[in-house]
């Protein structure tokens, strides 16, 4: 989004790193380390799939994300004949059990994790070219190329993240019952939720601070609705509402451009 398109095949993404990691280490009896290099090189593709046919032929990123998504779907359905039959890992209910330490601190491995990753993403973004490459290509392409960006490609590696980072989260949330053909669909609209209640418009409007920030707050929400039993509908109209409110605040601000 900050680039200025959306992907919609991080569930589809978060489902493959599940199934690999489930299927290829207990049922064909891969070793971990490879089974994460196909993942990860099948997001590469994927990704890289996404970001050229979007920016080569000026397709709308949310039509080419949904059937590369689709696609992906398919692929894993056709191979696991819809059923995935395998166990995941000792390892990845380790990185997701609430009660697990990392390095003898209370803390779950997959927060450690996830706190890393939030650190390394809010620098990159906030201090290096590569992050600021993408902010202007969201903010206005033309500009992007004067400034001698190369939007092709940071296009594309936005996408190629976005696709290896779903993949990686899938791999660890097979621990979690993740390890079947729709776990990544319940993560679409929370991730998309969490990142517009945080303030990120489309086009070089926000940052993964305040992205983190929205999905704390998601976080506290969903486990209120959940402590009162609420229906998944009752918390979908939720979400929603939340959407709407967070998109009219933001939508009062000025433009980047009216500030620059």
Avoid: C
Avoid at 131 to 158: D, E, F, K, P
Avoid at 212 to 224: D, E, N, R
């Amino acid at each position: 989004m900050l680039g200025g398109g959306i992907d919609f095949s991080v569930g589809s993404f978060i489902t493959a790193g599940g199934v690999f990691i489930t299927e290829l280490t207990s049922v064909d009896n891969w070793p971990t380390w490879a089974v994460i290099v196909v993942a990860l090189a099948v997001a590469v593709a994927g990704g890289a799939l996404n970001g050229v046919i979007s920016y080569r032929f000026g397709i709308e990123p949310l039509i080419v994300t949904l059937g590369v998504g689709s696609l992906l779907t398919g692929v894993l359905t056709g191979w696991t004949s819809g059923a995935v039959n395998g166990t995941p890992p000792s390892w990845t209910d380790s990185a997701v059990s609430v009660t697990t330490r990392t390095f003898g601190i209370p803390v779950p491995p997959i927060v450690a994790i996830w706190a890393v990753l939030a650190v390394i993403i809010g620098i990159v973004l906030a201090r290096t070219g590569a992050g600021r490459s993408l902010y202007l290509n969201g903010t206005n392409r033309t500009a992007a190329r004067q400034a001698l960006v190369r939007t092709g490609w940071a296009w594309t590696a936005g996408f190629i993240v976005s696709a290896l980072l779903a993949t990686f989260a899938g791999i660890l949330l097979a621990g979690d019952g993740g390890g079947n053909l729709d776990a990544g669909d319940p993560y679409l609209f929370l991730a998309l939720t969490a990142v517009i209640v945080g303030g990120t418009m489309f086009g070089g409007r926000g940052d993964y601070w305040r992205t983190v920030l929205g999905a704390l707050i998601l976080t506290v929400v969903s486990y209120l609705l959940e402590a009162h039993n609420y229906s998944t509908g009752v918390q979908e109209m939720v979400y929603g509402l939340l959407i709407m409110i967070v998109v009219a605040m933001y939508g009062r601000e000025r433009k980047i451009r009216d500030r620059v």
